[in-house]
């Protein structure tokens, strides 16, 4: 049974950073497809950065602001989120899938099967 654990967010001020992680567990770990989406209330699930054979794949709204990496040791994921703004208060979660992906798939919640349960990322002004 896959299972993905974030960790890592917080309430912070505009201009502050964080750092998510999402520790992956139960399944042959691939670096194949892999996300990190967020959700703010009321609105849909929006890619933020996705993994995809060929490089990566970033929102234009957090581009030169968040960065992408992970830890295959330690099975980890984990999302850099530097300059924060109000408008990037969501929940966070990460996906990932067992198969390739292309780069518009990356970042489509709809290609991933298996989900985090997120951690809250709130940037006051």
């Known amino acids: 049974q896959v299972q993905l654990v974030e960790s890592g967010g917080d309430s912070v001020q505009a201009g502050g950073s964080l750092t998510l992680s999402c520790a992956a567990s139960?399944?042959?770990?691939?670096?194949?497809?892999m996300g990190w989406f967020r959700q703010a209330p009321g609105q849909e699930r929006e890619g933020v950065v996705g993994?995809?054979?060929?490089?990566?794949i970033y929102a234009d709204s957090v581009k030169g602001r968040f960065t992408f990496s992970r830890d295959d040791a330690k099975k980890t994921l984990y999302l850099q989120m530097n300059n924060l703004k109000p408008e990037d208060t969501a929940m966070y979660y990460c996906?990932?899938?067992?198969?390739?992906?292309?780069?518009?798939?990356?970042?489509?919640?709809?290609?991933?099967?298996?989900w985090g349960r997120g951690t809250q990322v709130t940037v006051s002004s």
């Open positions: 996906a990932v899938r067992r198969t390739p992906c292309g780069y518009t798939s990356a970042v489509r919640a709809a290609s991933f099967p298996y």
């Open positions: 139960g399944y042959i770990y691939s670096t194949e497809c």
């Open positions: 993994l995809y054979i060929g490089g990566s």
